[in-house]
T-cell receptor, first 115, second 114 residues
Framework: AQSVTQPDIHITVSEGASLELRCNYS??????LFWYVQSPGQGLQLLLK??????LVQGIKGFEAEFKRSQSSFNLRKPSVHWSDAAEYFC?????????????FGAGTILRVKS | DGGITQSPKYLFRKEGQNVTLSCEQN?????MYWYRQDPGQGLRLIYY???????QKGDIAEGYSVSREKKESFPLTVTSAQKNPTAFYLC?????????????FGEGSWLTVV
């Protein structure tokens, strides 16, 4: 079955430090991959997505992600974290189904930023 | 502004009662979805619909029901058969039911059973 694994439940980084959030997926074909961010009690906002082509994808708020087929990974990175980046981050795989499409989500990684 | 509106934001329900969560979108999207979010489990798909008057069960449909009478509306009813309904519910939509299309989310509704 298709699945998405985010191995880190919590990550704490200092403001200004670099960030990498890990995501691994299990899917037979080349997947559609997404990263979403969620502030407490709010909906999800799309950060970036990968469909095909260049494996390094740029997103909003200075985030980027790299698709590595050999490692089945789609890690999210940011060179310098700001306090406002503290939130929960979800990696997701887009799947075609018989009657439409859906996202399969990882369990999420909570990012804490310390000053 | 275009977007997805969920209401109410907070809802309390007594055990044994049905409750309906509203979801309206003005994005002219064909597909709509309901997800449930529990701490540490990510989001799980309850129901989805790609056209009016048609919807399909997701991964955790038991105890829930939906309707899609209008393109812009996709209400979710949490029935008394749902054993553990306390959760954060997210409605979403996408332009077409294709895995390449971005799914956009509403702000969510908190349901608490008291």
């Amino acid at each position: 079955a298709q699945s998405v694994t985010q191995p880190d439940i919590h990550i704490t980084v200092s403001e200004g430090a670099s960030l990498e959030l890990r995501c691994n997926y299990s899917y037979g074909a080349t997947p559609y991959l997404f990263w979403y961010v969620q502030s407490p009690g709010q909906g999800l906002q799309l950060l970036l997505k990968y469909f095909s082509g260049d494996t390094l994808v740029q997103g909003i708020k200075g985030f980027e992600a790299e698709f590595k087929r050999s490692q089945s990974s789609f890690n999210l990175r940011k060179p310098s974290v700001h306090w406002s980046d503290a939130a929960e981050y979800f990696c997701a795989v887009g799947l075609n189904m018989e009657y439409g499409n859906k996202l399969v989500f990882g369990a999420g990684t909570i990012l804490r930023v310390k000053s | 502004d275009g977007g997805i509106t969920q209401s109410p934001k907070y809802l309390f329900r007594k055990e044994g009662q049905n409750v309906t969560l509203s979801c309206e979108q003005n994005l002219n999207h064909d597909a709509m979805y309901w997800y449930r979010q529990d701490p540490g489990q990510g989001l799980r798909l309850i129901y989805y619909s790609q056209i009016v008057n048609d919807f399909q069960k997701g991964d955790i449909a038991e105890g829930y029901s939906v309707s899609r009478e209008k393109k812009e509306s996709f209400p979710l009813t949490v029935t008394s058969a749902q054993k553990n309904p306390t959760a954060f519910y997210l409605c979403a939509s996408s332009r077409r039911a294709d895995s390449g299309n971005t799914i956009y989310f509403g702000e969510g509704s908190w349901l608490t059973v008291v």
